[in-house]
């Protein structure tokens, strides 16, 4: 049971202390693959792929492997891709190189590609491939009966079906979620990084059959400028994308107290059959992008939390740019699937000296003089607006939900470098300009209309990334 085993080829189509109970032993399916921590977006890039080495591990140091089914990720093919992206780009992603990029510069433009924050990097389409095989594959094990999925190197929320984005150039929730409406009716998607979930947002728009629900930071300006409450999907989706703008610095109590709310109401009221959990660790209080001041507890509430409706579930990763935190927290969260209590102590592993000097699987970095800017009654406003939202869902559980269109946004249902920057990762108050690695929400929104104009292919809502958060 935790030997690896190579997947096969494509197939058929709360309270922060969590009390973690042995008696429920749910089959969890965990994708990993060394050669996806070995890739290196660029030097002073906050993307650091080793994050998953780090990640990985620790699950193995403290023997969480023994209590998966553990798969080695396959790489998803060119078709399975285009099930969401456009063939011509998916084309452009597996010839373009470091070496030969000049030789594309009009397609580097039209694609968003080898810009700061989506740069042309070595073993870029291999990367890309990994990255999906794993959501694809475990959006698979879900629907042969596997409880839950685990895929830290998916979460990649930012990806366009014409274009990368922050950080992101191949949707692999959305290729993941293709795979699970195969099977199940209704699916939703939650999103806890500190960066709005655009993408998937964007692909879902205007379906019924996807509930997308992103947690955020969101201000007018910060990255991507996308995710205010009034976006709220439209046609045959109105009323199906929920987004929940947080201010800065939230703290662990603030954020279990409207998460918890609203994931109840859409769990309740929506009556998903399947879920998926990006769990972008950006959020994490200390994040060299994020403004979040979440403890890796109250992030692993989340997890806990939805973890109780046993639906099945996809647990993905997302952002994360202090890594030695991101490895926490992405273990801790694989402790929760498998109902396994951890030592605070971390074992003895290959990246130990990246833990000092405390060596805690909990380490202490909240900010306990960051002032939370998210009042109970700016909290209790917001859930209110989705409560209401929400009552207006022209659905019931009886009712059959409506088929796929044939082009949501571009999709057809049917059919490096293992050394981390240790000056940059071990001091949180090297943070990052967010602006070298994304358009402002301004410039955004500016761009935005400058394609709707030239390209009728797409209705863009926004597209360059500025999440940095992959």
Not at 87 to 96: K, N, P
Not at 138 to 145: M, Q, T
Not at 342 to 348: E, G, N, R
Not at 360 to 373: I, Q, T, Y
């Amino acid at each position: 049971m935790s030997s690896y085993s190579t997947t096969a080829g494509p197939g058929p189509s709360s309270s922060l202390n969590v009390n973690l109970t042995a008696t429920n032993k749910d089959k969890v399916a965990y994708f990993f693959n060394e050669t996806t921590a070995k890739f290196h977006y660029g030097e002073g890039h906050p993307m650091k792929p080793a994050r998953l080495g780090l990640a990985h591990n620790l699950i193995i140091g403290y023997g969480l492997h023994k209590k998966m089914h553990c798969y080695t990720q396959r790489r998803a093919t060119e078709s399975e891709m285009s099930e969401f992206h456009s063939e011509d780009y998916i084309e452009f992603l597996r010839r373009v190189t470091p070496d030969n990029a000049n030789a594309f510069s009009k397609f580097l433009s039209r694609f968003n590609v080898g810009v700061d924050d989506c740069p042309v990097f070595e073993g870029l389409y291999d990367f890309c491939r990994l990255s999906a095989g794993g959501s694809i594959e475990g959006g698979r094990k879900l629907c042969a009966g596997s409880d839950i999925a685990i895929n830290w190197a998916g979460g990649l929320h930012h990806a366009k079906k014409f274009e990368a984005s922050g950080f992101c150039y191949v949707n692999d929730i959305v290729l993941g979620i293709l795979q699970l409406l195969r099977i199940y009716p209704r699916v939703v998607y939650i999103d806890i990084d500190v960066h709005h979930g655009d993408g998937v947002q964007e692909a879902f728009y205007q379906s019924d059959r996807v509930m997308t629900v992103s947690f955020h930071r969101y201000d007018g300006s910060f990255f991507p400028g996308t995710g205010s409450l009034d976006e709220i999907g439209i046609r045959a989706g109105k009323n199906y994308s929920v987004n929940v703008p947080l201010q800065e610095h939230i703290d662990d109590v603030s954020y279990s107290y409207i998460f918890e709310k609203v994931m109840q109401n859409v769990m309740d009221v929506y009556q998903p059959s399947a879920v998926v959990l990006q769990c972008g660790a950006d959020s994490l209080a200390g994040d060299r992008l994020g403004s979040f001041n979440l403890s890796i507890k109250g992030h692993g509430a989340c997890v806990a939390f939805m973890k109780k409706f046993k639906v099945p579930l996809l647990v993905l990763g997302g952002g994360g740019y202090t890594i030695r935190n991101v490895a926490r927290a992405w273990c801790y969260e694989t402790s929760l699937c498998t109902n396994t209590d951890l030592s605070d102590s971390l074992p003895q592993n290959q990246y130990i000296m990246h833990y000092g000097p405390d060596y805690k699987l909990h380490s202490n970095s909240v900010d306990k003089n960051a002032e939370n800017a998210n009042t109970r009654q700016y909290l209790d406003q917001i859930y209110i607006a989705i409560r209401e939202n929400l009552r207006n869902l022209n659905w019931a559980p009886s009712v059959a939900m409506n088929e796929i269109p044939p082009d949501l946004q571009g999709f057809n249902a049917e059919t490096g470098n293992w050394e981390v920057d240790e000056a940059e990762d071990k001091n949180p108050e090297m943070r990052v300009d967010q602006g070298k690695y994304g358009l402002d929400a301004s410039q955004r929104l500016r761009r935005d209309k400058d394609v709707n104009e030239y390209d009728e292919r797409e209705m863009y809502e926004g597209d360059h990334d500025q999440d940095h958060d992959g």
